[in-house]
């Protein structure tokens, strides 16, 4: 087995699920890679022919049965997150320190890290069949030419039910996770974050109500403070608790696209500005950033993003598009933002005095 370190900056993705009053299942989360991913959304085709590991002769390949959208890196043929006709959903997460991939064989074809969401979604209806395809499939440690490295993940399946499962990929072999509360970050391990959530029992979103301290009436100088102890760094530890307490405290929402507000508003709390967190990749200095957010509305099949560089949400109905398409339809993702003017007709006039 190989326990891989990466030579990029180590990413701070956030994910996260919210349920509507309507049923329907929404699962976001934000992607922060260093300005290296590069992406845009694409649109995959049933039928479509895949070839893992960028073609390498020990990758496996296969036919998608299913189609689905979504954000992709590097211009490959693969899903970083998206959503597929089945209404199943996935997303890789950065998992550095702890992914663990065996060596690539030509006794056996294999995925490599960036492929098994791209299977999954292609080949699987349901939170634990993806997880169990992309098990039987493998994961070996196939090397990102662009890269250099082999990217250490693990991975997010949510399906139409409202079922969540994590999978991980460790030293001690894959690990299959129910994630009840929808939410996954980083590194350490998943149930590591679970238990950690045990340090903070005391968090409420109900303000706390004034205490005698002998003869004193002590009260909370303001709104919040049944939230006082919230880690508020960027670390995975500190993003996961906030995910949680913001995803469980949030107020019901009625339908559908709701959720989807709902979610990019929680997600909002995890945008990384740049310049605030700075690392060093290949001894060059880099400042990580929320390169973009998106949302899986897994009920009705939409998929929804924004960028850093234009906060407006974009959304692909992905059963109006031609599913049967003889090949993968891309959706640059390079807009720059445009800035309304609302400044009424003659204001400037009538304050310079002009006639």
């Not at 370190?5 to 890679?33: H, Y």
């Not at 959208?69 to 998206?82: C, F, I, K, S, Y």
């Not at 709701?258 to 060093?280: E, M, Q, W, Y």
Request: proline share 7%; aromatic share 10%.
């Amino acid at each position: 087995m190989v326990v891989l370190a990466a030579n990029l900056p180590v990413s701070a993705c956030t994910g996260l699920m919210v349920k509507a009053q309507d049923g329907s299942i929404v699962r976001a989360r934000t992607m922060e890679f260093g300005s290296t991913l590069k992406s845009d959304i694409i649109i995959v085709p049933r039928g479509y022919h895949f070839a893992a590991a960028e073609g390498a002769a020990e990758g496996l390949a296969w036919n998608a049965k299913y189609a689905f959208v979504a954000t992709n890196p590097l211009g490959m043929p693969a899903a970083v997150d998206g959503v597929n006709e089945k209404g199943l959903s996935g997303g890789i997460f950065y998992f550095p320190e702890y992914a663990s991939f065996p060596k690539p064989s030509p006794d056996r074809k294999t995925l490599g890290p960036w492929d098994a969401v791209t299977y999954a979604l292609s080949m699987a209806t349901t939170a634990e069949e993806a997880a169990q395809a992309v098990i039987k499939a493998g994961v070996s440690s196939f090397v990102v030419k662009e890269w250099g490295i082999t990217p250490p993940t693990h991975y997010v399946f949510t399906d139409a039910s409202g079922k969540s499962v994590v999978l991980e990929f460790t030293a001690s072999g894959p690990t299959v996770y129910q994630s009840p509360l929808g939410v996954i970050t980083n590194s350490p391990s998943y149930n590591w974050h679970m238990t950690n959530l045990a340090n903070y029992v005391g968090l409420t979103d109900m303000a706390p109500a004034p205490e005698q301290f002998g003869q004193v009436m002590v009260s909370a100088f303001g709104q919040g403070a049944g939230m006082r102890g919230l880690p508020g760094d960027f670390t995975p530890p500190s993003r996961f608790v906030r995910a949680v307490a913001f995803s469980a405290t949030a107020l019901p929402s009625p339908t559908a696209q709701d959720a989807v507000l709902t979610a990019f508003h929680l997600l909002n709390n995890f945008d990384i500005p740049k310049g605030s967190t700075r690392s060093l990749a290949n001894g060059k200095p880099t400042s990580e950033y929320t390169e973009w957010t998106s949302a899986a509305d897994v009920t009705n099949r939409r998929f929804y993003v924004r960028t850093f560089q234009d906060s407006s949400i974009r959304m692909v109905d992905l059963m109006r598009c031609n599913l049967e398409a003889s090949d993968i339809v891309t959706i640059k993702l390079d807009q720059v933002e445009k800035i309304n003017d609302l400044t009424p007709a003659g204001r400037e006039r009538l304050l310079t005095g002009e006639r």
